[in-house]
């Protein structure tokens, strides 16, 4: 029922930037916590942010703290990562994914406290 849809990857130069969305459907979202990860080849998933959907209060990951913005839109229940100052290490699969209630930032960048995940969309860095 869940459905969680990342969209607006794509190949970008070093220093660029990309927004990011995830469509949400499926639930009402207001007590959820929402998070984004991305996955290099070979390396394990790795937390980027996290959002209460609620108060829109966020938590980043240090590599990208000051670079990324993670934000929801309410009326069109999506989520979005707005990555700025992009650099080739940022080059990954990114993967939105839900925490169902009762949710907060506690142990949100481990991917076992998730309960739903998108199918991924490619950000490729180019130097």
């Known amino acids: 029922q869940v459905q969680l849809v990342e969209s607006g990857g794509g190949l970008v130069q070093a220093g660029g930037s990309l927004r990011l969305s995830c469509a949400a459907s499926?639930?009402?979202?207001?007590?959820?916590?929402m998070g984004w990860f991305r996955q290099a080849p070979g390396k394990e998933r790795e937390f980027v942010a996290a959002?209460?959907?609620?108060?829109?209060?966020?938590y980043y990951a240090d590599s990208v703290k000051g670079r990324f913005t993670i934000s929801r839109d309410n009326a069109k229940n999506t989520v979005y990562l707005q990555m700025n100052s992009l650099k080739p290490e940022d080059t990954a699969i990114y993967y939105c994914a839900a925490r169902k209630p009762p949710a907060t930032f506690g142990s949100s960048r481990e991917r076992s406290v998730y309960d739903y995940w998108g199918q991924g969309t490619q950000v490729t860095v180019s130097s």
């Open positions: 499926g639930r009402t979202f207001s007590s959820y916590v």
């Open positions: 959002i209460k959907w609620s108060l829109g209060s966020t």
